[in-house]
């Protein structure tokens, strides 16, 4: 007798498959009976609000209530936040002492505070000259670039080159109607007579006093800005 060929074993590579299903069978079966429950939950809160409808009158009522008290304390927050604004002072000295960073985020809050809402900060590299940004009341969008001098008035002077970048972005690549040079130092002439030729404006250490004091806007202080745009243009 010739002897029998050895049985084949069965690979595990056949078992795998049915593994995988008996384990998706399971998931299933495990799944099915919850849903049925959370089904039957919920159904039984539809009947039992459809037999209390007061309830569901009582809950309205609580969510329209708590939402009026979220929208009264943010408006008293915004209207608290105006009041604050209103009352930002700096003394130059104060300015002085800041970081360049947040001598921008100082000149923001100052605008801010003269009836800008939308002033922000934007300063940082590749800022391309703007360090705040901000519309004034008359709809006049103004693009400020600031110049912080750590040493005030004995500090480096604010010449023409640094007018150069602001003069050339400001209403090109920003949309700016007022542009604005600031410096907590002087300003040289040269930069004066360019600033004029070009319609430039510049703040320099006294006028940012006077601002930052709270005396009036900018918008007052400075001359021969630009008359604010018609109406029918704010809309």
Same mark, same amino acid.
């Given at each position: ?19 995988? +299903? ?12 919850? @849903? *049925? ?5 919920? *159904? !039984? ?8 409808? $007061? ?10 209530? !708590?939402?009026?008290?979220?929208? $009264?304390?943010? +408006? ?13 002072? &700096? ?19 100052? *605008?801010?505070? %003269? ?15 703007? %360090?705040? +940004?901000?519309?004034?009341? &008359? ?11 750590? %040493? ?7 010449? @023409?080159?640094?007018? /150069? ?8 690549? /920003?949309?700016? %109607?007022?542009?604005? *040079? ?54």
């Amino acid at each position: 007798m010739s002897p029998r060929p050895p049985a084949r074993r069965r690979t595990s590579r056949s078992r795998r498959p049915r593994r995988r +299903k008996n384990a998706g069978l399971e998931q299933l079966a495990l799944i099915a009976p919850l @849903t *049925m429950v959370a089904l039957s939950l919920v *159904m !039984a809160v539809l009947r039992w609000l459809a037999a209390h409808p $007061w309830v569901v009158v009582l809950v309205l009522l609580a969510a329209a209530g !708590a939402g009026g008290a979220w929208a $009264w304390r943010r +408006k008293e927050a915004a209207q608290w936040e105006q009041v604050r604004a209103r009352g930002l002072r &700096y003394a130059v000295e104060q300015l002085d002492r800041l970081h360049h960073r947040q001598f921008e985020f100082a000149v923001r809050d100052l *605008m801010h505070r %003269d009836g800008c809402a939308d002033a922000q900060q934007v300063g940082g590299r590749g800022d391309n000259g703007a %360090d705040v +940004k901000a519309t004034d009341p &008359y709809g006049r969008r103004w693009v400020i670039q600031c110049k912080h001098r750590k %040493d005030g008035w004995s500090g480096k002077a604010v010449g @023409t080159p640094d007018l /150069h970048v602001l003069n050339g972005t400001g209403r090109q690549v /920003h949309g700016g %109607d007022v542009l604005v *040079m600031l410096t907590n130092g002087r300003i040289t002439s040269n930069a004066v007579d360019f600033a004029r030729s070009q319609c430039l404006h510049l703040v320099d250490r006294k006028v940012l006093a006077e601002w930052a004091s709270g005396s009036r806007p900018l918008w007052e202080l400075l001359r021969a800005v630009p008359p604010p745009r018609p109406p029918s243009s704010l809309s």
